[in-house]
C-alpha cells in the first residue's frame, strides 16, 4: 500500500523549473531516468463498437521520474501543454461520477452539500511513498507533509495558488497547512509533520 498525495497548482508555472526544484531539493535526486510521455484514456467508444481495446491520446502529458530507481517518492507531474489541466472544478454527484456542475446532495445523513472531487488547475504535482517508509520515526505522511511545506513556498515565490489533497480524510486544503497537523476526529494521529523532516533534510 502508498500514499499518495496530490499537489494542485492553479495558475500556470514553469513545468520544468518545478520538476527540476522537486528533483533538486526535495528528492536529493542525482541524475534521475526521467519519463516524458503523452498520456492517454481508454476508448470506450471504439470498444464498445468493435470489442477492440485501444488507448487514446487525451491531450495530456506526464513529467516524471520513472518508478523503482529507490528515491523516497515516485514523483511525477500532470499537465496539458496548452492550457489548464482541469479549466473548471470537478464535483461528485449523486452517483459518485464525475460532473462540472455544482450539485449539492446529502451523504449518510449530513446536509445537503458540494462533494469536490479535484478543483480547477494548471497541473498537478503527484507523489507516491509506501505506508512502510521510516526514516528516524517519520513516516510517509510526514514526508509528504514535508514536500507540502517546501512546495508551498515555491508556489509562494510564484504568486499562485495551490491545493493539496489529503488522501487519508479524502479531502481537498486551498493554500492551507494547518491541516498537516491537525489531528482527525477521535484520534491521535494528523496527516504528517513536516517538522519530522526538517532536521534530517538540511
Not at 502508498?2 to 500556470?12: F, G
Not at 446529502?106 to 526514516?135: C, I, K, W
Not at 482527525?184 to 494521529?189: I, N, Q, S
Request: net charge negative; with cysteine.
Amino acid at each position: 500500500m502508498t500514499l499518495h498525495t496530490r499537489i494542485t497548482v492553479l495558475a500556470p508555472v514553469p513545468v520544468r523549473e518545478l520538476f527540476e526544484f522537486v528533483n533538486t531539493e526535495l528528492l536529493r535526486a542525482t541524475d534521475p531516468v526521467i519519463v516524458d510521455q503523452e498520456n492517454t484514456d481508454f476508448d470506450s467508444e471504439h470498444f464498445a463498437a468493435t470489442g477492440e481495446r485501444r488507448q487514446i491520446p487525451n491531450g495530456t502529458r506526464e513529467l516524471g521520474n520513472k518508478v523503482g530507481q529507490g528515491f523516497d517518492a515516485w514523483f511525477w507531474i500532470d499537465y496539458r501543454p496548452d492550457g489548464p489541466l482541469h479549466p473548471k472544478p470537478l464535483y461528485l454527484d449523486e452517483n459518485c461520477d464525475e460532473t462540472d456542475e455544482p450539485v449539492e446532495w446529502a451523504e449518510d445523513g449530513e446536509p445537503s452539500q458540494l462533494h469536490l472531487s479535484e478543483p480547477a488547475m494548471a497541473l498537478e504535482v503527484n507523489f507516491d511513498t509506501g505506508y512502510a517508509f521510516d526514516r528516524d520515526g517519520a513516516g510517509c505522511g510526514d514526508l509528504h507533509a514535508y514536500y507540502i511545506t517546501r512546495l508551498a513556498d515555491w508556489f509562494a515565490a510564484k504568486g499562485v495558488d495551490w491545493s493539496w489533497y489529503d488522501e487519508f480524510a479524502g479531502e481537498w486544503h486551498g493554500n492551507d497547512l494547518s491541516e498537516l497537523t491537525r489531528l482527525y476526529a477521535g484520534t491521535r494521529r494528523c496527516f504528517g509533520d513536516p517538522a519530522k523532516l526538517q532536521a534530517v533534510a538540511s
